[in-house]
Every structure is written in structure tokens, then in C-alpha cells.
């Protein structure tokens, strides 16, 4: 940070994204002195790796206008020292307060990164997108698309919800468009993520009884967002990630499905969905398939919210108290359950599309596979305990819930036609290859 301040002009703003507390001495939020010292004459915000926390600096928190006395918005949290001073850290909806602060990019500004960015796509073998930035940027897709340099099939989603009724009253509908730009559903966040503790939980997360997560949209709120888009043929993807996010989202859905069951709309018309689903309450899990609900899932996840591992042994502060048992925050009986076997039939019938998250999981399809397959991280950790048993590290944590390895290569195989995979096996650890098919269609190879 120090480094590229100092080639950035002063007053300038320094944007960046990427940092997660949990790897740091401590795991302690990081605050904004940190930032003062390394960038003391420009304004610095800094997204975490989940997208749900932002890490400020003083002079950012000046010209915001956030003090002592701003209130918390609904649905965010200015993390504040003992004396109430904000110290640099805000949760949710609270990053609006310094993001709304920073000039905008104009449209050819985000089509020029957009054309860079879709150059590293295609080069992990991804041909389409599923986009839930704002107008701006679908202005942008657009400008890249009249001048025929939009290479990759993208379906733009409605973000964020107050954009509802400006497509409404131009009668615009899930498709509009053509094969490679069209419209969406409505995007809605139910929750946060668990990096930050801000996945909204039923019960407390462990070391902070008064914390179970933020509620970013109550259920109010996204029952009559998603029942006005349905009524105009706009389904809904609702970002929800803790136990009672999944749940209260999933009673949203019920009293929809009831709705559109009542004008006669099939549940495969309507194609709502979950993103993320990581952790379910038991009594929830056959719900997903019953209401014809898609679970948008990916289980890149499941390796990559597993907390390092602490020096005393304890549980990390990120897990809820409910099935963890060690520093994992999700790994309990109520994670992901429908990455426990190749048998989706025992959740209610829900198939999850296994799917790659950009930026918080990567636009490497394979990674999806492998974590599936191994329960894994790609890379063994730094430190292993003296005598695993069984090693952690090779047969990942609740090793038995991977799914089957034909079943993650299917998963990857019927979403990506003209990819051809291969998939090398060895006795402890499987490694995903993707070469470029020209055949058009999906082959496994040993490698």
C-alpha cells in the first residue's frame, strides 16, 4: 500500500479488494490507523475478499462525513472502539456510507475493464457470465455489444432493488435481449458472509454471544420486492449464506411460489434461486426441491471459509456455536448440505449448478470440482498438526460428504460443452486439468 501511494497523486482515491482478517496474527479487524500510516495523503477503500466488509482510512472517513455520531444504517454496522469512534472497518450496508463518497466511473471507463477482464475468462474456458453490478455497468455492456467486442454471453441482473420499478414500468421481462446480453432476475442480499461474521445465524456466533449476523433485507421487504418482480416476469436471486438467511429467504419463496401457483406460472418458468446456501437448517434442507428453488452454490466455498488454523487449538471466531466443533465456521451437519453426496433426491430433489463466484471464488471452473471432489483446499495448509488423524490436510474436513469425482466432473462437464476435461487421479488427491476442445463437446481423459 505504502509503495503504490506513493506513485498515486494525493487526494486521489486508492481502491483495492482482497484482505480476510482470519489469515492475520489475531484475526483481528484490521483498523484505520493501519491505513494512515501506509497512505497518509489519499483516501483508501478497500473491499474484503467476502465483498461484505470494507477496511477505510481516516482521511476516507473525513470526506464521508462519518463521525462518532453517524448512526448504523439499516442493514450495516460501523465497527467502533470503546470510545464510539469508527475505527475504519464497516459491515454491509455501512460500506455505502464511504463507497457512495467515491467518484464513479464512467461507462467507457468499465467497458474498458470489462474487455480486459473477459480476456482472463476465456482463458479458464468461460464463454458467459452472470452480472449483478449496477446500471452503470450494464451501460457498459451494451457499449461493448453495439461495437461487437462483448465476448462473452451475459445475463444481466437487476441490482440493486430500487432498479425494479424503473423495469417494470418499461415492461421489461426475464430474456429481454438477445443471445449475448439479456435481462435477468432481481438481485437481493438477505445477509452477509461468514468472513465477517455478518451471515445471519440462528444462533450466536462462537466468542460473541450477542452477534447471530446482520440482516441486510428484512423479510418484508424481500417478500414484496420478489412478489411485485414475479407478478412482472422478473424471478428473483436472493443472496443468503447463514442458517436463518437461507430460512427466512426459503418462507419469501413459499408464499411466492403460492402466488404464482395461483396465476397458473410453473415453477420452471419462474426460475428463482439461492446464492451461496452455505449453511441450512436440518428442517430446511428439503425445501429447496419442494418449492422448486435453485441452489446457486459453490463448493469452492466450502474449503475457502474454512478458518487457518489458531496456535492454541481453539475455535476461530467465525464459527456459529451450532455444528462447529473447530476453527471452521460451517463445517456442522447444517453446512452445504447438498454437497454431501451424489444423491440430490435425499434433499428434496434440489440439483445444485455448481458455480463459479467472481471475485469471492475465482473464475477457475475446475476449482469447483476439485473442492467438491476432495473437500480440499488446492494446497496443503503451511502447518499440519504432528499426527493427523486422518490428515486433515489430504482428506479435507468432513471428508465424507465429498461428492463422487464422475459427479463434480459432470457437474462441470454439462455446464461447459466445449471444454474438454481431464481428470488425474492419484490414491490421496485428485487435480482437475481443462485443455480446449475443438471437438465441441465433453471428454474425460487420463492424464
Not at 478497500?46 to 453517524?70: D, I, P, Q, Y
Not at 442458517?243 to 426459503?250: E, G, K, M, S, W
Not at 467465525?318 to 451424489?342: D, E, K, L
Request: aromatic share 6%; charged share 20%.
Amino acid at each position: 500500500m505504502a509503495a503504490f501511494a506513493k506513485d498515486t497523486p494525493p487526494g486521489v482515491w486508492i481502491r483495492g479488494r482482497g484482505w480476510w482478517q482470519e489469515l492475520w496474527e489475531g484475526q483481528a479487524f484490521p483498523t484505520a490507523a493501519d491505513l494512515d500510516a501506509a497512505a497518509p495523503d489519499n483516501p483508501v477503500y478497500l473491499t474484503a475478499k467476502s465483498g461484505h466488509a470494507a477496511w477505510v482510512n481516516a482521511m476516507a472517513l473525513r470526506m464521508a462525513g462519518v463521525t462518532a455520531g453517524t448512526p448504523d444504517p439499516a442493514g450495516g454496522q460501523i465497527v467502533r472502539d470503546g470510545r464510539g469512534e469508527p475505527t475504519g472497518v464497516l459491515l454491509e450496508n455501512a460500506m455505502d456510507l464511504v463507497a457512495n463518497a467515491i467518484p464513479d466511473p464512467t461507462a467507457e471507463q468499465i467497458a474498458d475493464w470489462i474487455e480486459a477482464a473477459q480476456a482472463r475468462l476465456w482463458a479458464a474456458g468461460l464463454t458467459g457470465a452472470h452480472d449483478f453490478d449496477g446500471p452503470r455497468c450494464f451501460e457498459a455492456l451494451q457499449l461493448l455489444h453495439a461495437r461487437d467486442a462483448l465476448g462473452l454471453r451475459v445475463l444481466k441482473h437487476i441490482q440493486p432493488a430500487e432498479n425494479l420499478e424503473h423495469a417494470l414500468a418499461m415492461g421489461l421481462r426475464w430474456g429481454f435481449g438477445d443471445d449475448m446480453l439479456r435481462l435477468g432476475g432481481l438481485k437481493i442480499f438477505a445477509d452477509g458472509a461468514l468472513g465477517p461474521n455478518t451471515a445471519l445465524m440462528v444462533e450466536p456466533y462462537e466468542g460473541q454471544p450477542e452477534n447471530r449476523g446482520v440482516s441486510v433485507t428484512d423479510k418484508e421487504t424481500m417478500y414484496a420486492l420478489v412478489s411485485k418482480a414475479s407478478a412482472g416476469g422478473i424471478p428473483s436471486a436472493i443472496h443468503a449464506i447463514g442458517d436463518r438467511a437461507v430460512h427466512d429467504v426459503l418462507d419469501v419463496f413459499e408464499a411466492v411460489r403460492r402466488e404464482e401457483q395461483a396465476r397458473g406460472v410453473a415453477p420452471d418458468a419462474m426460475r428463482h434461486r439461492i446464492e451461496h446456501v452455505q449453511i441450512i437448517h436440518p428442517d430446511d434442507r428439503r425445501r429447496l426441491g419442494q418449492l422448486g428453488v435453485i441452489a446457486s452454490m459453490q463448493p469452492i466455498h466450502a474449503t475457502g471459509d474454512m478458518a487457518p488454523p489458531t496456535a492454541t487449538g481453539a475455535t476461530a471466531r467465525s464459527g456459529p456455536t451450532t455444528g462447529a466443533s473447530s476453527s471452521t465456521p460451517a463445517r456442522g451437519s447444517r453446512s452445504a448440505p447438498m454437497r454431501q453426496s451424489s444423491r440430490w433426491s435425499r434433499f428434496g430433489g434440489c440439483t445444485p449448478p455448481s458455480r463459479a463466484a467472481r471475485p469471492t471464488a475465482g473464475p477457475d471452473p475446475t476449482a469447483g470440482g476439485q473442492r467438491a471432489g476432495s473437500r480440499c483446499r488446492r494446497r496443503s495448509p503451511p502447518t499440519r498438526p504432528a499426527r493427523p488423524t486422518p490428515p486433515a490436510w489430504r482428506t479435507g474436513w468432513a471428508g465424507s460428504r465429498r461428492v463422487t469425482w464422475p459427479t463434480s466432473w459432470r457437474w462441470k462437464t454439462t455446464r461447459t460443452p466445449s471444454s474438454r476435461w481431464r481428470c488425474a487421479t492419484s490414491r490421496s488427491r485428485a487435480r482437475w486439468l481443462m485443455g480446449c476442445g475443438a471437438t465441441g463437446r465433453s471428454d474425460r481423459r487420463a492424464a
